[in-house]
């Protein structure tokens, strides 16, 4: 049974920066094709994809999103980390985590992340 | 980025009623196209990958079908737990892009 969970702050000010952490369980990140990706929602909008992070270190961002963003794995302890710097409001959303074998199969229940002072 | 483009963004109909949803690609996707149900305050549920592969789980009344960069979501009969918001998303290139929405409701 695949399971995701993110972790991290509900709340960043502008400016600062933002790391979540992907915990799953299910699946290995080292099985051939196997992939984690990120992607958010803005309240009332349509989801946007972040980030993803391949069993072979590949590591795929939105183009316009890219200077902001790092993704890293920990394979030992089942782990993903988005990194996502000098935060606005406009980043306000729900942030989730997906394994990826082809497509987004299975999600995480997803954290809303609020950018304020 | 290919632009997904879903028509209508909003629906209502009935239980027991046939529902098609569309969705456009900007530009081909062959069949990298997935289908996501979302549920107020819940993470989206997939439906369909490859366009026309039901995910499993999934109730057999979900299918999904491609005409070149046209694709279709249908719900055969709707049931009470179908109303929600559904998208379509491509994966044939980076970066991914997701539709933007269509909100199924009760009449």
């Known amino acids: 049974q695949i399971t995701l969970k993110e972790s991290g702050p509900t709340l960043v000010k502008p400016t600062q920066t933002l790391t979540l952490t992907c915990t799953f369980s299910g699946f290995s990140l080292t099985t051939n094709g196997v992939g984690v990706g990120w992607i958010r929602q803005p309240p009332g909008k349509a989801p946007e994809w972040l980030a993803l992070?391949?069993?072979?270190?590949?590591?795929r961002y939105h183009p316009s999103l890219r200077s902001r963003l790092t993704v890293t794995k920990d394979t030992s302890k089942n782990q993903v980390v988005l990194i996502m710097t000098n935060m606005d409001p406009v980043d306000t959303a729900t942030y989730y985590c997906a394994h990826e074998l082809g497509a987004f199969d299975y999600w995480s229940q997803g954290t809303l992340v609020t950018v304020s002072s | 980025d290919i632009q997904m483009t879903q028509s209508p963004s909003s629906l209502s109909a009935s239980v027991g009623d046939r529902v098609t949803i569309t969705c456009r690609a900007s530009q081909g996707v062959s069949s990298y196209l997935a289908w996501f149900q979302q549920k107020p305050g819940k993470a989206p549920k997939s439906l369909i990958y490859a366009a026309s592969s039901l995910q499993s789980g999934v109730p057999s009344r979900f299918s999904g079908s491609r005409s070149g960069t046209n694709f279709t979501l249908t719900i055969s009969s709707l049931q009470p737990e179908d109303f929600a918001t559904y998208y379509c998303?491509?994966?044939?290139?980076?970066?991914?892009?997701f539709g933007q929405g269509t909100r199924l409701e009760i009449k």
């Open positions: 998303q491509h994966y044939s290139n980076y970066p991914f892009t």
């Open positions: 992070i391949y069993w072979n270190d590949d590591e």
